[in-house]
C-alpha cells in the first residue's frame, strides 16, 4: 500500500484530465504566470472521438491565443495550422454534408444537403485527436504547467484553504482551486453525486464507434446527385434516417494526407432502435444491410480498433461549480456529437473560466460568487444543445421537417460565427476585453431574452420551431405541416440573411459566394434591422480585414494544399500511395 504524506507546496490550480481541454487552460493560466499542475490517470498518446471543429470554435481558440499570449493555440484553428505546426495527420473540413436515408431504399439524391463553409473563414479541421491533444500538452509543459501523467486522482479533500488531491500512485497534490475536465468519468460528480438521475435532457442517444481504413468516399459511391463547391468526402458526412444518424470523419481526405484512417460512428436512439443481442460489430452490419448506399461506402472497408459502444450518452449537471472547484467541458455534461458542438461548449466555458481564474490568483479570492456565472454558463450551454439535437432527431423522420431544420440550424450558425468574428476583430485593434463582454452573455445561453433585444426575434424563431418539432413528436402536428410552417416564418423574418439561401427550401447547398457576400453586405446596410444588420456587416467586414494579417493564416500552406491537388504542379507536394511505401 502507497504511503501518504503532506504536499509540502500548494498549486494555484490542480487541473484534472489532460484532454485537449485541460491541456489549453492549463497552457493559457501558466503563460499567465499561474502556477498549474495537470493531472491524468492515463498518458498520451489517447483515443478520443470529438474530431470536428465548426468555425465558431476556430474564433475561439482565435481570441483565447491572443487573449493569453498561446500562440500554438491558433495552430489549431485552421487546418493549415494544424498541417504546419502539429500533425500531418489530420482531415481537412470543408463543408457539413447531409444525407438523409430510408430503410431498404436507395438514397435520393435530391435529399442530400449541404453546409458549405465560406473559403473567407477558417478551413475547418478533422483533429486525430491522440495527436493533437498530445501536441497540446506539450505547449502546456513548455509554459511552465506542471504534468502529472499515469497518476489518477481518487479522492479531493477540501477545506477553506484549498484542495489536496489523492492520487492513486499514494501522492498528495495541493492546490487552491480544482478545475475537473476528466470527462464523463470525473472524480468531483463522483464525489459529490453532481449527476441527475434521470437526467433532465429531453434527448435520447447510444453510439457504437470505431475507426476505420478503406472507406469509399460518398461521392464516388453513391448514386450521382447535385453539384455541390466541394465533394461530401472534404467535409463532415452525416448519414441521416429516422431514430439517429452516421458520423464519417476522414483523416485520408486531400491530396497531402498522411493517415489512412475514417472516424466512423453511429448515434441511435434506444427507443427506436434498442440495442440488439448481439456484438457492436455484428450491430455495425446488420444496420449496413438496411441502408444500401451506406453499405456501398463500406464495401472492403474495415475496423483497426476495438468496438466501443454506449448505453444513453446524454447525462447532466445539477451543479458545475462549488467551494474552491468547477467542472468544465464533458466532466459537467454531455448531449450528442451532432453539429461538432462539444468542443464549441468548451472552449466558450474555457474562455470564460480563464480570466476569473487569473483574477482569482491575483486577489487570492476563490469564493464560490466569482465563478457562479460558469454554472449559468455551462446549464445554458447544456440546454441548447438538448433542444437542438433533440429537435433535429425529430426532423430525422421526416426529409421535409429535416431540410426545414437544416436551416435554422445554420442560422444559428451564421449568427453566432458573426458574433465572435466581430468581437475578434475588435479586440485585435483595441486590446480591450470590453469588446468581449457580449460572448459572455450570447442570445445563444439561455431560453428567454429582453424584448428589446436585437435577438430576440431569433431566439423567438427557434423557440418557435423548437415547439413545433415537439408537437411533431408527440404525433400532435403532421412533419410536412410544420416543414411548412417554419419556411413560411424564414420567408417572413427581415433578420434572415438572404445571400445563404435559407428561405428557399428547393436550395440544398448553403453557400456565401463572393457574390453572396456582396449581396448580404448590401442587405445589412439597407433593409435589415438595425443591430442585425451591423452585426452582419461588421461579422464580415471586420475580420475579412484581418485575413491577411501577420500570424493569422498559414498562406504559404494554403498555397502548398492548393497546388498539391494539381496533377503536375502538385506532384512533388503530394504524398506517395500506401502501395508506393
Known amino acids: 500500500m502507497h504511503q501518504t504524506s503532506t504536499?509540502?507546496?500548494?498549486?494555484?490550480?490542480?487541473?484534472?484530465?489532460?484532454?485537449?481541454?485541460?491541456?489549453?487552460?492549463?497552457?493559457?493560466?501558466?503563460?499567465?504566470?499561474?502556477?498549474v499542475v495537470l493531472i491524468d490517470a492515463g498518458t498520451h498518446p489517447k483515443f478520443t472521438i470529438g474530431e470536428s471543429t465548426i468555425p465558431f470554435t476556430s474564433m475561439m481558440m482565435r481570441l483565447m491565443a491572443e487573449r493569453y499570449d498561446v500562440p500554438e493555440i491558433k495552430h489549431l484553428a485552421t487546418f493549415e495550422g494544424v498541417y504546419a505546426h502539429v500533425t500531418?495527420?489530420?482531415?481537412?473540413?470543408?463543408?457539413?454534408?447531409?444525407a438523409y436515408h430510408r430503410e431498404g431504399e436507395h438514397q435520393v439524391p435530391g435529399e442530400r444537403t449541404l453546409f458549405q463553409i465560406p473559403k473567407v473563414l477558417n478551413t475547418e479541421n478533422h483533429y486525430f485527436r491522440q495527436d493533437t491533444d498530445a501536441w497540446m500538452l506539450t505547449v502546456a509543459a513548455k509554459y511552465g504547467a506542471h504534468i502529472r501523467q499515469q497518476q489518477p486522482v481518487v479522492d479531493v479533500e477540501f477545506d477553506d484553504s484549498g484542495a489536496e488531491l489523492l492520487l492513486g500512485t499514494g501522492g498528495r497534490v495541493a492546490a487552491k482551486f480544482v478545475v475537473d475536465a476528466g470527462g464523463h468519468r470525473s472524480v468531483l460528480a463522483s464525489k459529490f453525486a453532481l449527476r441527475e438521475e434521470p437526467s433532465r435532457f429531453r434527448h435520447h442517444a447510444r453510439s457504437l464507434f470505431n475507426h476505420f481504413t478503406g472507406v469509399r468516399p460518398f461521392d464516388e459511391s453513391a448514386p450521382a446527385g447535385p453539384k455541390f463547391p466541394s465533394r461530401f468526402h472534404e467535409g463532415t458526412l452525416h448519414h441521416l434516417f429516422?431514430?439517429?444518424?452516421?458520423?464519417?470523419?476522414?483523416f485520408d481526405n486531400h491530396p497531402r494526407a498522411t493517415n489512412l484512417l475514417c472516424s466512423v460512428g453511429i448515434l441511435l436512439d434506444p427507443r427506436v432502435h434498442p440495442e440488439p443481442d448481439c456484438s457492436p460489430e455484428e450491430e455495425?452490419?446488420?444496420?449496413?444491410?438496411?441502408?444500401?448506399?451506406?453499405?456501398?461506402?463500406?464495401?472492403?472497408?474495415?475496423?483497426v480498433r476495438s468496438w466501443v459502444r454506449t448505453d444513453r450518452l446524454q447525462y447532466s449537471p445539477r451543479q458545475?461549480?462549488?467551494?474552491?472547484?468547477?467542472?468544465?467541458?464533458?466532466?459537467?455534461?454531455?448531449?450528442?456529437?451532432?453539429?461538432?458542438?462539444?468542443?464549441?461548449?468548451?472552449?466558450?466555458?474555457?474562455h470564460a473560466l480563464t480570466h476569473r481564474l487569473l483574477d482569482a490568483i491575483r486577489e487570492d479570492d476563490f469564493s464560490v460568487e466569482r465563478f457562479s456565472f460558469?454554472?449559468?454558463?455551462?446549464?445554458?450551454l447544456l440546454d441548447f444543445n438538448d433542444d437542438l439535437c433533440a429537435n433535429a432527431y425529430v426532423s430525422f423522420g421526416d426529409w421535409r421537417l429535416w431540410n426545414a431544420w437544416f436551416r435554422i440550424w445554420a442560422l444559428g450558425q451564421i449568427i453566432a460565427t458573426f458574433e465572435v468574428s466581430?468581437?475578434?476583430?475588435?479586440?485585435?485593434?483595441?486590446?480591450?476585453?470590453g469588446v468581449l463582454e457580449p460572448l459572455e452573455h450570447a442570445w445563444w445561453r439561455g431560453k428567454a431574452l429582453a424584448e428589446d433585444s436585437p435577438y430576440a426575434p431569433v431566439l423567438e424563431l427557434l423557440h418557435e420551431t423548437s415547439?413545433?418539432?415537439?408537437?411533431?413528436?408527440?404525433?400532435?402536428?403532421?412533419?410536412?405541416?410544420?416543414?411548412?410552417?417554419?419556411?413560411?416564418r424564414l420567408r417572413e423574418a427581415d433578420f434572415v440573411p438572404p445571400g445563404f439561401g435559407l428561405a428557399d427550401p428547393d436550395r440544398l447547398c448553403l453557400d456565401l459566394s463572393p457574390a453572396g457576400v456582396l449581396s448580404t453586405l448590401r442587405w445589412a446596410r439597407r433593409q435589415a434591422p438595425p443591430e442585425i444588420g451591423r452585426l452582419t456587416h461588421e461579422g464580415l467586414t471586420l475580420f475579412l480585414r484581418k485575413r491577411l494579417g501577420r500570424g493569422e493564416f498559414e498562406l504559404g500552406e494554403e498555397i502548398k494544399h492548393a497546388l498539391a491537388a494539381r496533377p503536375l504542379l502538385g506532384r512533388r507536394l503530394r504524398v506517395p500511395a500506401p502501395d508506393k511505401y
Request: charged content about 20%.
Open 284 to 303: 455495425f452490419n446488420l444496420f449496413l444491410a438496411k441502408y444500401p448506399d451506406i453499405a456501398r461506402q463500406f464495401e472492403g472497408a474495415r475496423p
Open 7 to 35: 504536499p509540502s507546496h500548494q498549486h494555484d490550480v490542480a487541473i484534472i484530465g489532460s484532454g485537449v481541454a485541460g491541456s489549453i487552460l492549463a497552457a493559457c493560466l501558466a503563460r499567465q504566470g499561474a502556477d
Open 88 to 98: 500531418t495527420q489530420c482531415g481537412v473540413k470543408r463543408n457539413f454534408g447531409f
Open 242 to 250: 429516422e431514430g439517429g444518424w452516421m458520423w464519417v470523419i476522414p
Open 320 to 350: 458545475t461549480v462549488g467551494p474552491r472547484w468547477c467542472l468544465t467541458s464533458h466532466a459537467a455534461g454531455f448531449v450528442d456529437p451532432l453539429f461538432s458542438r462539444g468542443m464549441s461548449n468548451t472552449m466558450e466555458t474555457l
Open 374 to 380: 460558469l454554472q449559468e454558463l455551462e446549464q445554458g
Open 467 to 488: 415547439e413545433l418539432c415537439q408537437a411533431v413528436g408527440r404525433g400532435e402536428l403532421d412533419a410536412g405541416d410544420a416543414a411548412d410552417t417554419v419556411m413560411a
Open 422 to 433: 466581430r468581437a475578434y476583430a475588435r479586440y485585435l485593434d483595441t486590446r480591450d476585453t
